[in-house]
C-alpha cells in the first residue's frame, strides 16, 4: 500500500487545493468583501473540508459575500448547527455553576466560553469542541466527582487534561459542526504546553484572583489574550493552528488598550507569543501593535523568529497535508532541547505511546487506518521513503468529497448525514 491509509485523489492535488483555498478564506474572514473565487467544483469542495477543519465555516457565512450556491447553504447549515449546539453548551455550563455553587467549587471556563462571555461572538458564530475548565490542583478529584453528577464519565488522562465524555451519546457521523454532537468536558489543573519539550506553564498568570465557588472569569482580557497566545503557539509547533485560532486572538487584539499589552515583557519574557502574534498580523494588519511585535523579537530565539516570519497558516496547519517527522523542531531553545525532542520521535516515551493509545480509541477518525497504531519501526520507514498524508485532514476531505454523491446537494440534510465527524485531533491540537 502506498499509504498507511486509502487516500480518493492524489494527495499532491489535494495539497494544492487545500493551500489555494484556505489561504484565500484566511484573506476573506480578515477582510470580508472580496471577489468570489473562481474555483472548480473539486476546489469548492476542498474549501468546504478546510472550512470545517479550522472552524471557520459560522463566520464566513456570517462575513463573506462569496456568491456559489452550494457553498452558501453548507455555511449556512453549519451556523445552524453551531447555534444549537451553542446553546446546549450554554445549559450545560449553568448547570455547572449551579453544581459549583453549591459543592463550594471554583472553576474557570476557558478560551471560546470566555469569548463568548466577552460577547466577541454571537451564538452560532463560533465552534466549541467541548468545554475546558480549570480548577485548583486540590479540587480535580472534587471536580471529577461533579462531571460524574451531570452525567459524564472519564474517558483518558493526558498531560494536559483530564477528558470526560457524557455516559450516553454516540457522535453523529457528519461533515463539520452538528448540533447532537455530544459535548466533551475538559478539566485543566494547569494550563501550560510543550514548545517543543519544555512546559510552558501561565496557570498563575490566568487563575481568578479571588475565586469564588461557581464559574469565575479569566482575571483581565489581557490573562485570556496570554491564553489564546500560548494555545496557538502550542498548535503551531505542532502544525495544528487554526485560523478560528488567528480570528479568536484578532478580535481580542483590537479591544485592548495599548497599556493592556505590556504584559507580554514587564515579568517574564512571553517569547513564546510572537510567531503567533506575528501570524495574526500577517491576515489581521491592523490587529497588533507594531511595537508589540518589535518588543518581543527581541527575547524570541533568532532561528524561530526567522522561520515564524515567514511561516504562513497553511504550513503551520491541517492544509499542509503532509505529517512531518520533527514537528516543532525550530523551537528549540538549545541543542539539548533539539536533541531531546529528536530522540523523543524516534523513540517514543511510555506516556506518548499511551496518549497515542488513548487516541486510536476514543477518535474516530483513527479506525481508518493503523498509523496511529503501527510499531515504531514502520512509522520511521514510512517517514524516510514517502510523504505521508495526515490522517485527520484526509478524513474530513474524503467526507468533503463524498457530497458528490449527495442527492440533496452539499449540506441537505441527507447529504450531510453521508459525511463523518470533522475531527478532534484538528480540535485539540496533536496529530499522531
Partial sequence: MPYPFAVPSPPKIIRAGLRRTTEAMASELARPGGATPAWSDFEWRLATAAAAAHGVSPLLWKLSGWTQPHWRRFLENQHEHVAIRHA????????????????????????????????????????MADIDLLVNETDVDAATGLMCEIGYAPS?????????????????????????????????????????????????RIRPRNPEPGLNPYPSRSALLAHLLLHAAGNICGRSLRLMHLHDIALLARSLRPEEWVFLWQDVAYWWALPPLQMVARYYRDAIPDVVLATLARDCPPLLRAVSRRQTLTRVSCSELWLHAFPG????????????????????????????????????????????????????????????????????????????????????????????????????????
Avoid at 89 to 112: C, N, Q, S, V
Avoid at 156 to 165: C, I
Avoid at 175 to 196: S, Y
Fill in 88 to 127: 446546549r453548551i450554554t445549559a450545560l455550563l449553568e448547570d455547572i455553576d449551579a453544581l459549583a455553587r453549591t459543592a463550594g467549587l471554583a472553576m474557570t471556563p476557558l478560551k471560546g466560553a470566555a469569548l463568548h462571555a466577552l460577547g466577541l461572538y454571537a451564538q452560532g458564530d463560533r465552534p
Fill in 329 to 432: 523542531l525550530e523551537w528549540s531553545r538549545s541543542l539539548r532541547e533539539a536533541t531531546r525532542f529528536i530522540v523523543g520521535r524516534i523513540k517514543p516515551s511510555a506516556e506518548k505511546q499511551r496518549e497515542r493509545a488513548d487516541m486510536a480509541r476514543t477518535q474516530l477518525w483513527l479506525h481508518d487506518g493503523d498509523w496511529v497504531t503501527a510499531r515504531q519501526s514502520r512509522r520511521i520507514f514510512t517517514w524516510l521513503t514517502r510523504k505521508v498524508p495526515r490522517m485527520d485532514m484526509m478524513h474530513v476531505v474524503r467526507m468533503a468529497l463524498a457530497h458528490a454523491t449527495s442527492t440533496t446537494g452539499w449540506n441537505g440534510e441527507d447529504g450531510v448525514e453521508r459525511g463523518a465527524t470533522v475531527v478532534e485531533c484538528i480540535h485539540g491540537g496533536r496529530c499522531p
Fill in 156 to 204: 483518558f488522562d493526558s498531560w494536559r487534561h483530564r477528558v470526560f465524555e457524557p455516559a450516553a451519546g454516540t457522535p453523529p457521523l457528519v461533515l463539520g459542526e452538528h448540533r447532537d454532537t455530544p459535548i466533551n468536558i475538559e478539566l485543566h489543573a494547569r494550563v501550560r504546553e510543550r514548545l517543543p519539550v519544555s512546559d510552558i506553564d501561565i496557570t498563575e
